[in-house]
């Protein structure tokens, strides 16, 4: 993947406070890049004013601020809980992203550069609790993508292991992983990786890593001796979708290293899109595939879709039928 290069810093003053804030902002400036203060990451009002067909330009600039939200919201899917980290947002457009609830305010990476008193928090959960506990800090953002700006998630492993109590965890849909390699997680990190059928990664999970290459991570995240997940994750239901999701587990049964094989679990995670979603695809991407099927999905809440009950249905037993034939053995924690 191409490093990515802002067109644009907006930052708020107080991030000159943090070592990593003043890190980035002379960068960036040393590379000419303009820089911008706001008041606030979360209304810049310039963003607020663009119109659908920009989204993908905003997505070319960087949001530095600091992390006010520190609430842990408890989760019993592969987490206790789930904890605001260092990022919000992505450089990638997945077409489908749960992130895009409002386009000129969740979209665009924001980097949060309070790290210490984000982790410190986390380190103190685990400390005071009896027994291990996991925290997802993955959940608004790719760490994988991020690191590669920030290494952050080099700092984060390297501090975390350390306490020795406690496991973090994050997915990813990007292949950046050599770094983390070397690392001592000290087996308290648990990464996951998002796979879809390629024909999906390439029309709809725009700027993501190959399928071919998130293969080639998760095993040599195997080979460092981290913990390791798969999700698939989301399921679209295209045209064809069983034969592209039979194809997928092919290649995964192929590919897959015999030690990821043998200790990795699954996620699966079918595809839930919003009108907002369609607003904007519809003029961002005139020639993207759509993904709303009418036939297909029905409302859910305000200005959502999911796949009727008696789609998700036949989804759910067709593709446990493949994970009956070819990964028999391997755990899946939840279907959602």
């Keep these: 993947m191409k490093e990515f290069i802002p067109k644009a810093i907006y930052y708020e003053e107080k991030a000159k406070e943090y070592p990593l804030g003043k890190e980035l902002l002379e960068k960036y400036e040393a590379q000419g890049i303009p820089e911008y203060t706001i008041e606030n990451h979360n209304n810049i009002e310039e963003m607020r004013t663009k ?12 949001i530095i601020g600091i992390r006010k939200t520190n609430k842990f919201v408890p989760n019993h899917k592969i987490s206790d809980y789930l904890v605001p980290y260092t990022s919000s947002g992505c450089t990638a457009m997945c077409l489908y992203c749960y992130l895009v609830c409002n386009y000129n305010k969740c979209a665009y990476l924001r980097l949060f550069v309070n790290r210490e008193e ?3 928090r986390i380190i103190k959960e685990a400390n005071k609790s009896e027994q291990e506990l996991t925290f997802e800090i993955g959940s608004n953002s790719d760490l994988i993508l ?3 700006i920030t ?6 492993i390297e501090n975390f292991a350390k306490n020795n109590k406690g496991y973090i965890t994050f997915p990813t849909k990007f292949d950046m992983v050599d770094d983390l390699l070397p690392l001592k997680h000290n087996g308290r990190v648990i990464i996951r990786v998002s796979m879809n059928p390629e024909e999906i990664i390439q029309r709809i999970e725009l700027g993501t890593s190959s399928l071919k290459n998130r293969i080639i991570a998760i095993n040599k995240l195997k080979e460092a001796g981290y913990k390791v997940g798969i999700l698939i994750a989301p399921v679209v239901l295209v045209e064809n979708w069983k034969e592209k999701y039979e194809e997928l587990f092919i290649t995964l049964q192929k590919e897959l290293s015999e030690k990821v094989k043998q200790e990795v679990f699954f996620e699966v995670i079918l595809m839930t899109y919003s009108y907002i979603h369609r607003k904007i695809n519809e003029e961002a991407f005139p020639n993207a595939i759509n993904l709303y099927d009418q036939e297909k999905m029905t409302g859910r809440g305000k200005g959502k879709y999911t796949y009727k009950q008696e789609v998700r249905s036949e989804a759910e037993e067709y593709l446990k039928d493949l994970f009956r034939k070819y990964f028999p053995n391997n755990e899946i924690l939840y279907f959602s």
Excluded: A, R, S
Aim: net charge negative; proline share 4%.
């Design 51 to 62: 119109q659908n067909k920009e989204f993908p330009n905003m997505k070319q600039n960087l």
């Design 118 to 120: 984000m982790l410190d």
């Design 146 to 148: 991020e690191n590669t």
């Design 151 to 156: 290494g952050n998630l080099i700092w984060t």
